[in-house]
């Protein structure tokens, strides 16, 4: 069965980074894009990022263009999110999807950026 696991999130100062990984399993991963997103509480789940299944086509939500970039290793079944700049506002649970909001989802990690 398809399972998508998030790691790397944490506490970090604004103006601070992170990295989030996404292990991937149950599915041939070299053949679906993935996609980053988040929700903060009191808001909808909000696209992040996306990435096609070779890794050479990207694209950002506004929020986060210039920010953010998210790449993939295809031989390591992993995708990740590099966040830099980190804002209050990007504090939010962030998850790893495939297929959309209709899709599959990982369990999601906590970012919380504060001073």
């Known amino acids: 069965q398809v399972q998508l696991v998030e790691s790397g999130g944490g506490l970090v100062q604004p103006g601070g980074s992170l990295r989030l990984s996404c292990s991937a399993s149950g599915f041939t991963f070299s053949w679906y894009a993935m996609s980053w997103y988040r929700q903060a509480p009191g808001k909808e789940r909000e696209l992040v990022a996306d990435?096609?299944?070779?890794?050479?086509?990207?694209s950002y939500g506004d929020s986060v263009k210039g920010r953010f970039s998210i790449s993939r290793d295809n031989a390591k079944n992993t995708v990740y999110l590099q966040m830099n700049s980190l804002k209050s506002e990007d504090t939010a649970v962030y998850y790893c999807n495939r297929g959309g909001i209709n899709g599959y989802w990982g369990q999601g990690t906590q970012v919380t950026v504060s001073s």
């Open positions: 990435i096609e299944n070779t890794g050479r086509i990207t």
